[in-house]
């Protein structure tokens, strides 16, 4: 699995998580990174976006000033740090590699993912 999240887990309402991807096996330094949501029943939803060089971010409305992307290309990491978390922030979180951040999604064929880690808040 070239992708592995790690940091998920249970916070209360207004607590905070950081999730972390790493790359092993091979480099996606030259990729854009991504993180994306599942609730059961649900799409996957983009949360979160990266460009390769970390001069581009974009953020679904819902997590705007409240998530910050970043990355690490030493490390061959990406960080998603949770803020003032939500009881609908409660979902199972992807974390993606992929050439731009316009391209990610389930149906690109470019696209690398995670295995998913679970982010419960409850009320």
């Known amino acids: 699995v070239p992708l592995v999240e790690s940091g998920g887990g249970m916070v209360q309402a207004g607590g905070s998580l950081r999730l972390s991807c790493a790359a092993s096996g091979r480099t996606f330094t030259t990729y854009a990174r991504g993180w994306f949501r599942q609730v059961p029943g649900k799409e996957r939803e983009f949360v979160a976006g990266?460009?390769?060089?970390?001069?581009?971010?974009q953020y679904a409305d819902s997590v705007k000033g409240r998530f910050t992307i970043s990355r690490d290309n030493a490390e061959n990491t990406v960080y998603l740090q949770m803020n003032n978390l939500k009881p609908d922030d409660t979902a199972v979180y992807y974390c993606v590699a992929d050439t731009i951040i316009e391209e990610m999604g389930v149906e690109s064929q470019t696209g690398h993912w995670g295995q998913g880690i679970q982010v419960t808040v409850s009320p």
């Open positions: 990266i460009s390769w060089n970390g001069d581009i971010t």
